[in-house]
């Protein structure tokens, strides 16, 4: 009896053996190509019952998507596109745009991975996916405008050079001299353009050609090469989406070289570039204040000061730029941190910067640099709880403020460009580091009060250690203070001028 128990325990064990060996020979052979390039993957794919896994995290944040997952309800929420999607482990659903889809698979928890089957990918991003399961190879192709046609018709006074796209991108033109040439810069993809269109001989006395060739993965470059220096106009139109230039002869035209709106024919729809300097107003919040003064350096320079000191300075390059700015305070006063919140929703707030400058537990003056924070629900990065707990303190509801997880899903949800202040927290960091030359300590995420329910870009910056004896005698000064405003106007200035209406 005994000898029979054995056989079938070793039977058995070889058979989970194998059964093992065979899904991790499956995980190791899988590939991921994204755009026809390897994806690194440190999370393996899995198949199992012939249905491909692949890690939540590699691919999501490969197609430029950001991923929140609150273990306590095994929820995971996904913000790619402009759009936000919700996945509850081992539910046979997901919820996109407020629209609850059936899924085949659910999500699932392999080897304490969080892993999604391929139609997820389908459904939240805007890509082609095709597996070849014979070379165990998933290929992800994300879809962007691509150029269809290029053509061209001269005038005589003119030529004018039509590229019709198949949908709106992004576009930017500029010279180049030494032979003289124009070029255009569009977003997307030249798979789609026929190889008469790739190069084309005008010799017209204005344009001798237009070539056309992948700039770099996310651009298609459009040369124009010229006889001579020549003024142009730059416009784009819709049904159908198409980008026009008209390149003047030599003695006509504006001007000036411009990228402008002209009249369209009766027929055409014009779509000018909106004018955004001046319509998006920026809240700068000086940490502290009043009976809060923040964290005090050794020769007892306070934070409140140095931070409002800072936000003077920044609200009038604003201004001075044309582009509405609000302080939360303009003196040393305490306010709430939900209250700054509230103040910069009410005034239809675009970027909120809250200004603050670090400091270190248990006197370690050593502590240096610059780094960037945004909203999360957990925390990322070395001392980002540290932080969050430090800057929190003004809080009505501290010390409770992130132990309610619920809490904190309903603010992330609130808070509608969350996915926006990546962009502006790398933008101000790099600024920063570059103006100020101290340590550049990166981004970091963590539940501050002050940034959760802003419905805009939000950020909390923290410029120096006024622990560190060397740091708060820059603090201390206006040079210094004047720098780190600077670095901010320019980083803010760059992300109003370069982040569309609507996230389109």
Request: hydrophobic share 40%; aromatic share 8%.
């Amino acid at each position: 009896m005994k000898k029979i128990f054995c056989i079938i325990l070793i039977t058995a064990l070889f058979a989970i053996l194998f059964l093992v060996s065979s899904v991790l020979a499956q995980s190791s052979e899988i590939k991921i190509l994204l755009d026809n390039n390897p994806l690194e993957t440190v999370i393996p794919s899995v198949i199992e019952n012939d249905r491909l896994f692949v890690s939540a995290r590699n691919v999501v944040e490969a197609l430029g998507g950001r991923i929140t997952w609150f273990p306590a309800l095994k929820l995971m929420t996904i913000n790619i596109n402009s759009r936000t999607a919700r996945l509850v482990i081992d539910e046979p659903s997901l919820e996109i745009d407020k629209k609850v889809i059936p899924l085949e698979m659910p999500a699932r928890i392999i080897d304490n991975r969080v892993m999604i089957p391929l139609e997820v990918i389908k459904i939240i991003a805007e890509v082609d996916i095709k597996w070849d399961n014979q070379a165990k190879t998933l290929f992800v192709d994300t879809i962007r405008p691509y150029l269809l046609k290029v053509r061209s018709y001269s005038y005589p006074d003119k030529t004018r050079v039509v590229i019709d796209l198949s949908e709106k991108t992004e576009f930017r033109a500029d010279k180049l001299i030494n032979p003289d040439r124009i070029f255009i810069d569009i977003m997307g993809s030249i798979a789609k353009l026929e190889d008469t269109s790739k190069q084309i001989q005008i010799d017209d006395g204005t344009i001798k050609t237009v070539r056309t060739a992948k700039f770099n993965e996310e651009i298609t470059r459009v040369v124009f090469d010229l006889y001579q220096e020549v003024r142009y106009e730059l416009f784009s139109l819709i049904e159908p989406d198409r980008v026009v230039i008209d390149i003047f002869k030599s003695g006509e035209g504006a001007d000036i070289t411009k990228t402008l709106p002209v009249p369209a024919k009766p027929e055409e729809k014009l779509i000018s570039k909106p004018e955004i300097i001046g319509k998006r107003v920026v809240i700068i919040d000086p940490g502290h204040g009043g009976k809060d003064p923040g964290a005090i350096g050794p020769t007892r320079l306070k934070e409140s000061e140095v931070t409002l000191g800072i936000s003077l300075y920044l609200e009038k390059l604003l201004k001075n730029a044309d582009i509405p700015a609000y302080l939360t305070r303009d003196k040393d006063e305490f306010i709430y941190l939900e209250d700054r919140t509230n103040f910069a929703n009410q005034k239809n707030g675009f970027v909120f910067v809250s200004i603050h400058v670090n400091s270190v537990l248990n006197h370690r003056p050593s502590a240096a640099g610059i780094e960037t924070f945004l909203l999360s629900s957990k925390y990322i990065g070395a001392s980002a709880r540290d932080v969050a707990d430090r800057e929190n303190r003004a809080s009505r509801a501290h010390p409770e403020v992130d132990t309610d997880l619920a809490l904190i899903i309903g603010d992330l949800e609130e808070s509608a460009n969350i996915k926006y202040s990546f962009d502006l927290a790398d933008i101000i960091q790099k600024k920063l580091v570059e103006y100020l030359k101290l340590e550049n300590r990166g981004i970091k995420q963590a539940p501050f009060v002050v940034l959760k329910g802003a419905n805009m870009a939000a950020v909390i910056v923290e410029v120096g250690f006024i622990s560190n004896p060397k740091e708060e005698e820059l603090l201390k000064t206006n040079k210094f203070r004047e720098n780190a405003a600077q670095a901010l106007f320019e980083a803010i200035k760059y992300y109003i001028e370069n982040t569309p209406d609507n996230g389109e």
